[in-house]
Structures are given as C-alpha cells and as structure tokens.
C-alpha cells in the first residue's frame, strides 16, 4: 500500500488548525509524500472565515496558499477525511476526539484528555510501537470504528527518547528533571509578555505530573492488552523560560547497574528504532545527536536539528546525588508535537490502520 508509492495522497483533516501547533501541522503536511490537508477546524471564533483571515501565521515558513484559501470548519462538523490530527486543547478534545472516533475516524491527538486512557496508545514509535496493538481493544470495547492514538506531552517526548537506551542498557532506578519550557508551549498568544521578559516563571500546571505518569507509561510493557508503568521514581519540576522555541531539560539518573561516561554516550549514539520506523517520511536519520562539544545542546543553535524532530543530548557528568546527570533539548511544536503526531500517522499507515 502506500510507503510513498501511491499516486493518490490520503486526505486528512486538521482540529485546532489555527493554534501554535495546528500551524505546525499545516507547515508538515505542505509537503507531505503520503498526506493532503482536505479540510481545517478550529473554534466558533475562527468557523466560516478563511484560513489566512482565521489563523494569525507565526512561522518564518510562508503560509501555503491552498490552505490559506480553505474556509474554517468547527471542530464537530462532519469532515472529508478518514484521518484527522487534532491540536485542540484538553478540553475541547475530551469531546470532539471521541465524536471523530466514532464516525470512523483515526484521530491523531497532541491533547491531554485521552493520553493516559487504559486502551488509547501514547506512541513514541522508535520506543513503543507496540503501543499501538492498544487500538483493536479501544476499538473492540468502545464500539467505535476510528480510534484515538496520542503522543505525549513536548517535555515527555524528549526525556522519554533520552531515557530510553539507558533503561534497556543499565536500567533505571530514580529519574529527577528540572524543565525550561519555550513559550510557544503555552500555545498563542500564550504567557503575557510582561510576565516572561527577563522572567522565570516556576511550576507550570500541571506539567511536572504529566512528565511523570507519560515516561512510566512510554517506557513501561505491555502485559496482557494492557500497559504496565516503568517501576522506576521520577521526580519532574517544571519552569517557563524567554525561549521562543525548544525546551531544554537538566536530567540526573540511577541506573540499576554501573555506567562508564563511554558506555552512556555509546548508549545514545547506537539508539535507532526499528528500520521500518527509521524509513518512515517524518522520521529522524538519527533519533539521538549526542553533542561532545561543552555548553550544547543550545535552543537556538541546535533546536532545528533533522527539521526539528531530533533529541539532543549533551553535558555528560558523573552526579553526586544519582549516576549520570545531562542536558536534553528538543522542538517542542515539532518533535514534541505536530511532527510527532504526523510520524505516528505514518506508522500506523505502515502497520495498515489507514486501509
Ligand atoms: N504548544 C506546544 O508546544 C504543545 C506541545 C505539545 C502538545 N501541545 C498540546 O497541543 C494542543 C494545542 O496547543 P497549542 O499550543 O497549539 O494551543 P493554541 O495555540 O491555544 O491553539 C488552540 C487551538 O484550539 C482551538 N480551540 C480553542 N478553543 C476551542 C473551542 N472551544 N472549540 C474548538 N476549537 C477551539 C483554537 O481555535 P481558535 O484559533 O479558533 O481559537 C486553536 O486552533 C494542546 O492540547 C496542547 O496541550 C502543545
């Protein structure tokens, strides 16, 4: 079936089309090989005006003018698409995902409302595929013929890519994180800028707990149709920071068993996903860059790396406290979004969802 040989691209929809991640989403799918943007939605705010009047661009990318030209769905309105990505906000998800689902449609979500539901897959593909064996039983016990499938939260993405080859090489005992999340994470227009400018703002609602229950549940197993966390403690505090794009996170580990500084970096460097997820259009050639150089990974020098969809890791030191402590970076509206959400598509199309 499709793997980029199909004359014909499959349609898709888009909910929440005009936000911080929904213009993500219309940037990656301009030129998608398999994927056409058919139809965008967003809110009664946005409904029956024009993508361009609609959405206010903020990419440096130009807006494409087939999208620009699209009129503006709501969100609950019948759509021509048998896929559709969602970048709604919790709320707004928690209703409209399920509607979509049950008309048939695969919803590939960014939103919290279904992320931790016993039978929804909150895939990360180069760790997790298996995750999305969830499906037939969301499909089977909810009577729907779509599904929800998610990616997590932007700050769990990264982590959980960085923490993965150290849990299968050395195990992981204890985790603690401190994030400095970009801007564009609380979506536009977002913080104030008298709150942000020369400002540090703590405590992020809500995500410092998401953190912790999405990397147990990525990097846990799947036991009997159903997912069994990670037992390991993770302790996550999150921070906004002046940073227009990527979040950067200070990690510190135990592992189960000891680690040279070498047998860490080597960890990362040899991480890949399965070659069918390494093949797949959105995927990154290397799903980790371990920068060596002192003072990386950087937002602004490195955050663009492989479009976005790389995890950087850097700054290996032994840790008084725990083993091994580091720095990660990522893209939050790419990797730690819509990119993420569109690879997830892409898998699913591989393993034939999209038939
Ligand atoms: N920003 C990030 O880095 C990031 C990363 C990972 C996940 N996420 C998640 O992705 C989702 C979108 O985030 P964002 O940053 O793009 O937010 P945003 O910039 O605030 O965009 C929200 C979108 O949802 C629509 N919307 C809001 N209220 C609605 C309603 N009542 N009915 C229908 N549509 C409504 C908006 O349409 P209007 O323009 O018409 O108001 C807009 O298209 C959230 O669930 C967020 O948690 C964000």
Redesign the pocket.
């Known amino acids: 079936m499709l793997r980029g040989k199909t004359a014909q691209k499959i349609p898709v929809g888009l909910?929440?089309?005009?936000?911080?991640?929904?213009q993500r989403f219309v940037e990656r799918l301009a030129d998608h090989p398999w994927f056409e943007l058919a139809a965008v939605?967003?809110?009664?705010?946005?409904?029956g005006k024009s993508y361009a009047e609609?959405?206010r661009w903020r990419l440096t990318s130009a807006l494409p003018e087939r999208v620009a030209a699209m009129t503006?769905a709501?969100?609950t309105d019948e759509l021509p698409c048998a896929i559709v990505f969602s970048?709604?906000?919790?709320?707004?998800?928690r209703e409209?995902e399920p509607l979509c689902a049950r008309r048939g449609m695969l919803v590939f979500s960014?939103?919290?409302a279904h992320r931790m539901d016993a039978d929804v897959p909150l895939l990360i593909p180069e760790i997790n595929p298996e995750a999305l064996g969830l499906v037939a039983r969301q499909q089977k016990e909810r009577g729907w013929k779509g599904a929800i499938i998610t990616n997590a939260?932007?700050s769990t993405i990264f982590l959980a890519i960085a923490l993965a080859p150290l849990q299968r090489e050395f195990g992981l005992e204890k985790v603690f994180v401190a994030t400095m999340q970009?801007v564009?994470?609380?979506?536009?227009p977002?913080v104030p800028s008298l709150d942000i400018l020369g400002n540090v703002i703590p405590d992020i609602p809500e995500e410092g707990a998401k953190i912790e229950r999405e990397v147990a549940r990525i990097l846990g197993r799947m036991q009997d149709g159903a997912v069994v966390p990670a037992p390991f403690t993770m302790s996550a505090m999150t921070y906004r920071v002046a940073v227009e794009d990527g979040h950067t996170e200070s990690v510190s580990a135990g592992f189960s068993r000891r680690a040279s500084a070498s047998e860490v970096e080597n960890a990362w460097r040899d991480f890949r996903g399965s070659a069918e997820v390494a093949a797949l259009p959105s995927a990154p050639k290397l799903p980790i860059h371990y920068l060596s150089e002192p003072q990386r990974p950087q937002p602004r020098r490195d955050v663009d790396t492989e479009r976005g969809m790389a995890t950087l890791v850097g700054g290996l030191k032994p840790c008084p406290l725990l083993d091994w402590k580091f720095t990660v970076l990522g893209h939050?509206?790419i990797r730690?979004?819509a990119g993420a959400s569109v690879l997830n598509a892409e898998y699913a199309a591989v393993q034939g969802l999209l038939d």
Not at 15 to 22: C, F, R, Y
Not at 87 to 93: G, I, M, N, Y
Not at 184 to 188: E, L, N, P
Request: charged content about 10%; glycine content about 18%; hydrophobic content about 45%.
């Open positions: 909910l929440g089309a005009t936000g911080a991640v929904g939605a967003a809110s009664d705010r946005s409904k609609a959405a503006v709501g969100v970048a709604l906000d919790a709320a707004t998800a409209a960014n939103a919290s939260n932007c970009a564009s994470g609380a979506g536009y977002g939050n509206t730690g979004a």
